[in-house]
């Protein structure tokens, strides 16, 4: 019965920023990691960033720098702050959480325009 929502995606132009948001129907602490995914068309989905139940983070190369994954266990809500960004950073952005079982969210588009 565990959810995960996300939100936040749109069109903006290279160079801007955008925040997502993912939030889950459970306490975020009940994952052993929280992480954003993204696929571009005819590309395989990657690990952007994730976060693990201790709060240690992971990001992947392409966007080291650029992007912050956050927490707000109040909310039960994990944000990725997108800053710089880049026409390859086009995709449709998913978040993924860890307990016994793994959960996928629906997905946000976010289109980075040059």
């Known amino acids: 019965q565990v959810q995960l929502v996300e939100s936040g995606g749109g069109l903006v132009q290279a160079g801007g920023s955008l925040s997502l948001s993912c939030a889950a129907s459970?306490?975020?602490?009940?994952?052993?990691?929280i992480g954003w995914y993204r696929q571009a068309p005819g590309k395989q989905r990657e690990l952007v960033a994730a976060?693990?139940?201790?709060?240690?983070?992971n990001y992947a190369d392409s966007v080291k720098g650029r992007f912050t994954i956050s927490r707000d266990s109040a909310k039960d809500t994990v944000y990725l702050q997108m800053n710089s960004l880049k026409p390859e950073d086009t995709a449709v952005y998913y978040c993924?959480?860890?307990?016994?079982?793994?959960?996928w969210g629906q997905g946000t588009q976010v289109t980075v325009s040059s």
């Open positions: 459970a306490s975020i602490f009940s994952f052993n990691v």
């Open positions: 976060i693990t139940r201790g709060g240690t983070t």
């Open positions: 993924h959480g860890r307990m016994l079982r793994d959960y």
